[in-house]
Nanobody
Framework: QVQLVESGGGLVQPGGSLRLACVAS?????MGWYRQVLGKQRELVAV???????NAADSVKGRFTISRDNAKKTVYLQMNSLKPEDTAVYYC???????????WGQGTQVTVSS
């Protein structure tokens, strides 16, 4: 069972920046971020493989950057030019290559408000 521990959420003004981090208890192929607003489905933000292939939602391209430090088993999400509509609980996500097991972090709140 892979454990994921997130950090870095908080309150920020529109146009501001935050960086989220998620540390895994062991190395894993795919790591990334989803977000969820109360009453809505969880949606993809960005994911990246250990080999460097990344994918991001159109709504965050050009503003959010995902990166990984494989040696530290950590994935980061640098969020710039934040908008009120980015307000959500952000969940760290991980998926193994063999078996395709999926793991989730506990979630961290990001609130964009003046």
């Amino acid at each position: 069972q892979v454990q994921l521990v997130e950090s870095g959420g908080g309150l920020v003004q529109p146009g501001g920046s935050l960086r989220l981090a998620c540390v895994a208890s062991e190395g894993i192929y795919t790591m990334g971020w989803y977000r969820q607003v109360l009453g809505k489905q969880r949606e993809l933000v960005a994911v990246a493989t250990s080999g460097g292939t990344a994918n991001a939602a159109d709504s965050v391209k050009g503003r959010f950057t995902i990166s990984r430090d494989n040696a530290k088993k950590t994935v980061y999400l640098q969020m710039n030019s934040l908008k009120p509509e980015d307000t959500a609980v952000y969940y760290c996500y991980a998926k193994s290559f063999v078996g395709q097991d999926v793991y989730w972090g506990q979630g961290t709140q990001v609130t964009v408000s003046s």
